[in-house]
């Protein structure tokens, strides 16, 4: 039976077009979320997707389409207090974010099942239908647009804010939009892996690349790559060995950057012997 055997079946070339569409969003969002310092958002906003995912989910609708208007709105709402100076980063994403995820919870309990909790914390890749995908491709297009056209002033604004104000740069806007394509990309992964797991697809991909290059423009190539390679090698994994196949996509993630980031302790220690091995020659 071949490697690609899995992907002979309908279900499995449909997840296979979702972790496409993850392994882009999540790269290049991913890039921005570790340069910016945004993690710790980054896994809070995932939660505030709950609320949104579970009335979709319980109305029989794309569970993607109700998760990013969910998470919209929470970005929106932690971008306009992060506006007020009396209230902090930390303190803004606390608070709507466990509202959300609180809110999330209760319509499940009440008016859901335990199943369709588990779909939403962990995510159901395998079935992945054509209306989530077509709602996975406009959130899709809606980050890669602001990472192509505002990349530049979003990496400005995460090196030094203040030398980006100075150049008239909005960042209060900046992080506001910065947010939003975040809650897309949160969005586009949540049917593949879950709110529970989406930040291992998110950080991991883009710290790897880190690890492997230090030019932006490298790691904004070089992330998606690794993305997309973890979910294809994850869903082969699910095929073949029979686990569950966002829990595989996330480890997968975890291995490649373990991978990258010894090899590249291993380099700038090899490195470093050489240099020491050269000025004792002389």
């Keep these: 039976m071949g490697v690609l055997h899995a992907f002979s079946y309908d279900f499995m070339l449909r997840a296979l077009a979702e972790v496409a569409l993850m392994g882009v969003v999540c790269g290049l969002l991913g890039v921005l979320v570790v340069l910016r310092g945004l993690t710790y958002s980054g896994e809070s906003l995932s939660h505030a997707l709950v609320p949104g995912a579970a009335i979709a989910l319980i109305a029989g609708l794309p569970v993607i389409a109700g998760a990013l208007v969910g998470g919209v709105l ?13 209230v902090g980063e930390d303190a803004a994403v606390s608070v709507v974010v466990t509202g959300s995820f609180a809110a999330g919870v209760v319509i499940v309990a009440t008016r859901g099942t335990p199943r369709d ?8 890749v395998l079935s992945v239908d054509g209306r989530d ?35 008239g740069m909005r960042s209060g806007l900046l992080d506001a ?25 998110l950080v991991a991909p883009a710290a790897a690349a880190r690890a492997l ?63 020491a091995s050269g000025m004792v020659a002389r």
């Design 74 to 86: 929470a970005a929106v709402a932690i971008a306009v207090l992060l506006r007020r100076p009396d």
């Design 117 to 124: 909790l588990e779909s939403i914390l962990f995510g159901s």
């Design 133 to 167: 995908l077509w709602v996975g491709l406009a959130s899709a297009l809606v980050v890669t647009a602001i990472v192509v056209t505002l990349g530049r002033r979003l990496v400005l604004v995460a090196f030094d804010r203040a030398f980006a104000d100075s150049l």
């Design 177 to 201: 939009l910065l947010l939003v394509a975040l809650a897309a990309a949160l969005t586009v992964a949540l049917r593949g892996v879950g709110t529970l797991l989406v930040l291992a697809l």
């Design 213 to 275: 290059t230090r030019r932006v423009w490298a790691m904004l190539i070089v992330a998606p790559v690794l993305a997309f390679a973890s979910g294809v090698i994850g869903l082969e994994l699910s095929y073949h060995v029979g686990v569950a196949a966002g829990p595989a996509i996330c480890l997968v993630a975890l291995g490649l950057f373990a991978v990258a980031a010894t090899g590249t302790w291993l380099r700038a220690l090899a490195g470093s012997r050489l240099r």
